[in-house]
């Protein structure tokens, strides 16, 4: 048997061990792809708890894993999302433990405006469902508002836009708070400013305003996209001051114009819908006043009506009272009479009655029975006498005191009227004074502001020609010409003097014929009207 030799292993190639091939393959693609640019559809968006984000970016033929640490993250223009196109900027690494390699992201921003506007409905759609945009939880905006918070650039044409339409409209505090409207840092500051105003307290040093207006001026979907921030959505929902939403122009749309109480078409126009226009609410306070004096003349004139009537029907109390006594002395007439009937008829019926007594009672003398009937008859009328003559003094001393009081009621109560009427007009007067003085001031400051001597006393000083007429251009002077310097208190004659190396003088204007002197009017002619 023969033994066969081992083969031989020599050779010039170095063995790498596992770990120095990865680590060498891991410099080689960071040397290499040190700086990758990819255009790729995101996929498997994993938020960790760390703070860092995992995901694929792939297209339609391959697919590629990323990372994005968790200091790069606050730095994204845009919240990596399922299905999300994007552009990214990183570098190209390896994980040596498992043997692959991925993309470090430092950057990552939409891939046009297609993909921004898909990013918008989502949130849309997802903030709707939570019912951020119900119209039962917006708050209705005061009426007439005393301080008024602006959030918005404070070098911009729209904060000055903003403060003119509140100055002309309704003259109130307005507390600006300056932010940036566009780029990476305008959510978080808007967001900011919003929460600051909401812990503003009432009674505090700094006013609580009572309406707050986020303004910006139009631009691009990309240029307006720090207002479509879901963050800043959530925190102008859960404010508690009102809010008017004036982002772009009429036709741009942000996701706050969902959530806020009011959206306005431009920051003027929200400037329009958060105040009232003074005038017109003075305006109506003078209509209401003048319908109120009016209604109020109206019911004096029904009240005096009432007592006039009232005193015409009081006149007859005396005609009333004199029936009443007639009315009395004939009852008390048949009064006397009815009682001799009365005695008559109880005169039969003692007779009817005595016929049937016993004989011995019959026998009695007539004479007694005589006397006791003209005794009960004499009682009877004694005590008529007397009622009547009660009643008639108690009539009397009735009519003694009714009638002094019902003549002189109606005097008392129209006195009474007029006092009241006389304090009502008093107020009315001065009220009605202190309006036209107020008017009467504010035409004599009118008349200040444009009156042409006015700026003479601050140093300005107005220029003539010869002929009188004012100048309004200089250019229209030439050399030589004369003119005259009005000052406010003298006025002082100059020359004009040609400059070295000025422009050449315009050519002169065509000369205006000069109008025939009029002739002077005749002392007894007419004046004509025209």
Known sequence: MTDLAPESTDSNAKPYSVSELAFALKRTLEDAYGFVRLRAELSKVTFHGNGHVYLTLKDDRAAIDGVVWKGSVRNLSVRPEQGLEVIVTGKITTYPAGSRYQIVIETMEAAGVGALLAQLERLKAKMQAEGLFEASRKRPLPAMPMVVGVITSPTGAVIRDILHRIRDRWPCRVI????????DAAAAQVGNAIQRFNALA???????PDVLIVARGGGSVEDLWAFNDEGLARIVAAGTIPLISAVGHETDTTLIDFVSDRRAPTPTAAAEVATPVLAELRAA???????????GGRVVEDRRQRVVHASRSLDRVPDLVEMAAQRFNLAASRLAAALNRNISIHDTQLIRTASRLSPALLQRPQQVRTERLAGVAARLAAGLERNVAVHRGELTRLTARLTPALLQRPRQQQAEALSRTALRLRPALDRGLERMTERLVSLGKLHASVDPSAPLKRGFARVHRADGSLVREGATLRSGDGVSLVFADVARQATIDGTPGAAPEPPPAPARPARPPRAPPSPSAQGDLF
């Open 285 to 295: 306070i003078g209509d209401l006043s003048s319908r109120l004096h009016r209604q």
């Open 176 to 183: 600006v708070w300056p932010v940036v409207v566009q780029g």
């Open 202 to 208: 009432p009674d505090g040093p700094v006013p609580r």
